[in-house]
């Protein structure tokens, strides 16, 4: 399906650019194509069967946010420290680290809290300030490779479509972002990937000092997210003695985690069955079946992930598009086998399933384990 003209396509997003991020906010919940029987697919003619599984290959790449105990735990949290800071302007707001590996899950769930706080600010707000500005709850800059200061500042005002973004100094970037986040009344402010900042050899002292700058100056709550920021001594409180400035930064910041799936307790076999079973519901192939992935391929999916959304949630996408694409309209164990998945995955499944086929280990809670796999 294409957007409509004169609308942003979502896929062609990138969110760096507010114009981008309010399409996100805004843009309607994909419809799920009807899941159609193989004498329905055999009825439709060439042309509607293209479009069906164009339907169909653009629904599976895109399928979620699904709500995991993580996004859920994340988003509680996220809502209580972001409604407790809304109290007036001088004084210094709690910031949050949401530090986790890569494909747990972190930007999806705080872009889909952010979609979320856009919304209800603007229903409670209006979508202008009292003096006229277009209001911006949140404004969301993704870092890239290497992001120094300066970039970090720039980024910000490209968020804001900024004029003055080419030629200032580190400082008047600087200015001129916090003018923005005042005038358009940001109260949350995610940066994304925060790792790539140039942490350079001053031990993280000069980044530290800009945060705390935006910390303390913007009236928002500072949203980091990144791989590692435990490590940079971003938040560590006496870790790096003597360097005062580390441990301030450390006081007022709340870290959040995203943890894997596990399957060491019942109850993480169980959150592991939920998911499986809200994906069932989610795939659109003519010869799918209830339990074709809670009961029959749990610990495979568990040792091919081991509990990585992101891997999870790769592996099925190319499975469902080779399955619709051979004609085989299921996902079985043998066409996931000739499907890819990230290098990480590969090397941790390995181990894992040594433990799942002898038995030393399940990924299915006891009630669920009557089915045979
Ligand atoms: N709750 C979820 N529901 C569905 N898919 C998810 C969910 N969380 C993550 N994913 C998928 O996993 C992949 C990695 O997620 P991402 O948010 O980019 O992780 P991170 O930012 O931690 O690296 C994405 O492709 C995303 O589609
Ligand atoms: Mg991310």
Redesign the pocket.
């Known amino acids: 399906m294409n957007a409509p003209a004169g609308q942003l396509n979502p896929a062609n997003l990138a969110l760096s650019r507010k114009e981008d991020f309010k399409a996100f906010v805004d843009a309607p919940r994909r419809t799920q194509p009807a899941t159609l029987s193989r004498d329905e697919l055999q009825a439709l003619d060439a042309k509607e069967q293209a479009a069906y599984n164009r339907a169909r290959r653009e629904w599976h790449a895109n ?6 105990p993580q ?1 859920a735990l994340l988003h509680e949290d996220l809502w209580d420290i972001v409604d407790s800071n809304l109290q007036d302007g001088d004084k210094a707001k709690g910031a949050v680290a949401v530090d ?10 705080v872009l889909a809290f952010a979609r979320a706080f856009h919304r209800r600010e603007i229903a409670e707000h209006g979508e202008f300030t009292a003096q006229g500005h277009e209001r911006w709850p949140v404004c969301r800059v993704g870092l890239t490779g290497n992001t120094g200061m300066k970039d970090l500042n720039r980024a910000m005002l490209e968020f804001f479509g900024h004029p003055g973004r080419q030629t200032s100094t580190v400082a008047q970037l600087g200015l001129q972002a916090l003018d923005c986040v005042l005038s358009c009344e940001v109260r949350v402010l995610i940066l994304d990937d925060l790792h790539f900042l140039k942490w350079r050899k001053t031990s993280g002292i000069e980044v530290s000092n800009h945060l705390k700058w935006i910390a303390n100056e913007f009236p928002v709550t500072l949203l980091k ?1 990144g791989v590692g920021l435990a490590d940079k001594g971003l938040f560590s409180e006496g870790e790096a003695v003597g360097e005062t400035v580390l441990a301030q930064t450390g006081r007022r910041t709340t870290r959040l985690d ?1 943890p894997p799936f596990t399957i060491d307790t019942d109850l993480g076999r169980h959150h592991w069955r939920q998911l499986l079973l809200a994906l069932e519901q989610r795939i659109v192939l003519t010869d799918k079946y209830p339990g074709m992935l809670a009961d029959y391929l749990s610990d495979y999916l568990f040792a091919r992930s081991t509990g990585h ?2 891997s999870l ?2 592996l099925i996408n190319r499975g469902c598009q080779r399955a619709q694409r051979t004609g085989t309209e299921r996902l079985t164990r043998d066409l996931l086998d000739r499907v890819r998945n990230d290098e990480a995955a590969e090397h941790a499944r390995r181990e894992l399933e040594c433990a799942l086929q002898s038995g030393k280990a399940t990924s299915r809670p006891r009630k669920a384990r009557a089915t045979r796999r």
């Open positions: 399928v979620g946010p699904i709500r995991t996004l986790a590996f890569p494909g747990l899950g972190k930007t999806t769930a997210v995203m959304i992101g949630m790769t």
